[in-house]
């Protein structure tokens, strides 16, 4: 067992301040700069601090060992539209695209990414592909004339309508247009608020016209939601724990002042897959919360035979002997025997399926 504090990035759209409660082991870090993931891992890009050391858990563990990455995310604007590619695309673009011109770096490793979101707070986002009979009624109230070849059939042809929009400039009227066109096609005023947080926050871009043809989503705190790769997705604003393979490929198409790489990314997008269930993950989160009714604390088994990573997030967690405090998380590999965790506050117990 490796105990274990995050790796903190302070990325634009994060919540300044809004990770403050779980930087375990400094306090230093300026609250009113955005905070926006802290990582607990073994990834390249951010492995994890070892508590009371000056090492890093990739120096102890590979991510044989250590196959999820755990985020603590707290998003005050939207992210980047983007999509994860699955594992051969990741291959080749890892080892053989990596060394062009044109897509130098756009792959930070070569594995798939695939993640599960669960809501700490009220969390917003877009999610997986807008049914095409709302999609058709946004993009008719739009000022726009639409491309006849993706109305060819009864059915319209979401992916040549969605690369005609990647591939298409527009006036900024048109992304203004947006909030309007979606109550014109009779949406609830949650989907409209959605799209004008986006157009408030990223004036101009239009990835906001690539929002359209994603679904927007409402997680209360303690729901999850479950993104494969090839499921385009944008979060918008929120605090939650993301599960993912210990993968950092992102491919983006807009909302970002990061590179954007469209090309790759409709490679990478399955135009025809819907959002999975979060049982279908391949990783379970739990948490465990203090009844502060009782004084007894909620305890949970944690088998052996399952990589599990346990995350402080409120008061102290113990497991057996061991106690960990907010912010600090223990990793226990699948070779290791069985664990017991309880908690005075709340803790997640992060683990693989077997």
Same mark, same amino acid.
């Given at each position: 067992?490796?105990?274990?504090?995050?790796?903190?990035?302070t990325?634009?759209?994060?919540?300044?301040g809004?990770?403050?409660?779980?930087?375990a082991?400094?306090?230093?870090?300026?609250?009113?700069?955005?905070?926006?993931?802290?990582?607990?891992?073994?990834?390249?890009?951010?492995?994890?601090?070892?508590?009371?050391s000056?090492?890093?858990?990739?120096?102890?563990?590979?991510?044989? =060992? #250590?196959? *999820?990455?755990?985020?603590?995310?707290?998003?005050?604007?939207?992210? &980047?539209?983007?999509v994860?590619?699955?594992?051969?695309?990741?291959?080749?673009?890892?080892?053989?695209?990596?060394?062009?011109?044109?897509?130098?770096?756009?792959?930070?490793?070569?594995?798939?990414?695939?993640?599960?979101?669960?809501a700490l707070?009220?969390?917003?986002?877009?999610?997986?592909?807008?049914?095409?009979?709302?999609?058709?009624?946004?993009?008719?109230?739009?000022?726009?004339?639409?491309?006849?070849?993706?109305?060819?059939?009864?059915?319209?042809?979401r992916?040549?309508?969605?690369?005609?929009?990647?591939?298409?400039?527009?006036?900024?009227?048109?992304?203004?247009?947006?909030?309007?066109?979606?109550?014109?096609?009779?949406?609830?005023?949650?989907?409209?608020?959605?799209?004008?947080?986006?157009?408030?926050?990223?004036?101009? =871009?239009?990835?906001?016209?690539?929002?359209v043809?994603?679904?927007?989503?409402? +997680?209360?705190?303690?729901?999850?939601?479950?993104?494969?790769?090839? *499921?385009?997705?944008?979060?918008?604003?929120?605090?939650?724990?993301?599960?993912?393979?210990?993968?950092?490929? #992102?491919?983006?198409?807009?909302?970002?002042?990061?590179? #954007?790489?469209?090309?790759?990314?409709?490679?990478?997008?399955?135009?025809?897959?819907?959002?999975?269930?979060p049982?279908?993950?391949?990783?379970?989160?739990? #948490?465990?919360?203090?009844?502060t009714?009782?004084?007894?604390?909620?305890?949970?088994? &944690?088998?052996?035979?399952?990589?599990?990573?346990?995350?402080?997030?409120?008061?102290?967690?113990? +497991?057996?002997?061991?106690?960990?405090?907010?912010?600090?998380?223990?990793?226990?590999?699948?070779?290791?025997?069985?664990?017991?965790? &309880?908690?005075?506050?709340?803790?997640?117990?992060?683990?693989?399926?077997?």
């Open positions: 067992m490796q105990l274990i504090s995050g790796a903190l990035k990325y634009a759209w994060g919540i300044p809004g990770l403050q409660p779980w930087l082991e400094s306090k230093s870090h300026n609250a009113n700069d955005p905070q926006a993931e802290l990582w607990f891992g073994v990834h390249p890009s951010g492995a994890s601090k070892i508590i009371g000056d090492l890093t858990l990739d120096t102890l563990l590979e991510r044989t =060992d #250590v196959p *999820i990455l755990v985020k603590i995310l707290a998003a005050a604007k939207p992210l &980047s539209i983007q994860h590619p699955h594992r051969g695309f990741a291959l080749e673009g890892f080892n053989e695209l990596n060394d062009t011109q044109e897509f130098a770096n756009a792959f930070a490793d070569s594995y798939e990414k695939t993640e599960l979101l669960y707070t009220p969390f917003t986002a877009f999610c997986g592909w807008r049914p095409l009979e709302q999609l058709t009624k946004i993009l008719e109230a739009l000022p726009i004339e639409l491309p006849v070849q993706a109305f060819a059939t009864d059915v319209p042809d992916r040549a309508l969605f690369e005609y929009f990647v591939n298409t400039e527009f006036p900024i009227e048109v992304t203004r247009a947006i909030p309007e066109a979606v109550g014109t096609a009779g949406l609830s005023e949650f989907e409209i608020d959605a799209y004008k947080t986006v157009i408030a926050d990223y004036p101009g =871009d239009q990835g906001a016209l690539l929002a043809f994603l679904q927007p989503l409402a +997680l209360a705190p303690g729901e999850s939601v479950f993104i494969p790769a090839g *499921i385009p997705h944008s979060y918008i604003a929120g605090t939650g724990i993301e599960v993912m393979t210990s993968s950092d490929n #992102v491919l983006r198409l807009g909302l970002t002042p990061k590179p #954007v790489y469209k090309e790759l990314a409709l490679r990478a997008l399955n135009f025809e897959a819907s959002l999975p269930q049982s279908e993950a391949p990783f379970i989160i739990d #948490v465990l919360r203090a009844n009714h009782s004084q007894e604390s909620p305890s949970q088994e &944690s088998p052996s035979g399952e990589f599990r990573l346990v995350l402080g997030l409120e008061g102290q967690t113990n +497991l057996d002997s061991i106690t960990i405090e907010s912010g600090q998380a223990a990793v226990i590999t699948a070779s290791e025997p069985t664990i017991s965790v &309880s908690t005075s506050g709340v803790c997640a117990i992060v683990r693989t399926k077997t």
